[in-house]
């Protein structure tokens, strides 16, 4: 049998003790590291903020992550729709448009006095 002195054991479980402190960080930052991946898999499907680079929208979360505000992120994310094919306005001319009656400079002219 291995006798071991109070000064040895007292070691080990300092050493013990900063071993799981270390790992316990890493499995957090892991954890945060997946979460994050996920939400940007997401938001990138529903295409939320489709012009940030994906390292723009990485970084974003992971701010947020660490100022503890993740979970209203994810919250807002998965109550939002499908934004992809969402289309706010069109400029093609082949949507039936119909050519105003008024000219250019009619509408300047009521834009900059306010009368017709």
Do not use: C, H, W
């Amino acid at each position: 049998m291995v006798k071991v002195s109070g000064v040895e054991m007292a070691q080990f479980l300092r050493k013990l003790a900063a071993d799981y402190r270390k790992l316990a960080a890493e499995n957090d930052e892991y954890k945060m590291r997946e979460r994050v991946n996920r939400l940007q898999e997401k938001m990138a499907s529903k295409g939320i903020n489709p012009y940030a680079t994906e390292e723009e929208l990485r970084d974003s979360l992971v701010k947020k992550a660490q100022d503890g505000r993740l979970e209203i992120v994810e919250e807002a994310i998965e109550l939002s729709g499908d934004l992809s094919g969402a289309k706010l306005a069109s400029l093609d001319a082949s949507d039936n448009a119909k050519s105003s009656d008024v000219s250019g400079a009619e509408l300047r002219s009521f834009v900059l006095s306010g009368s017709e």
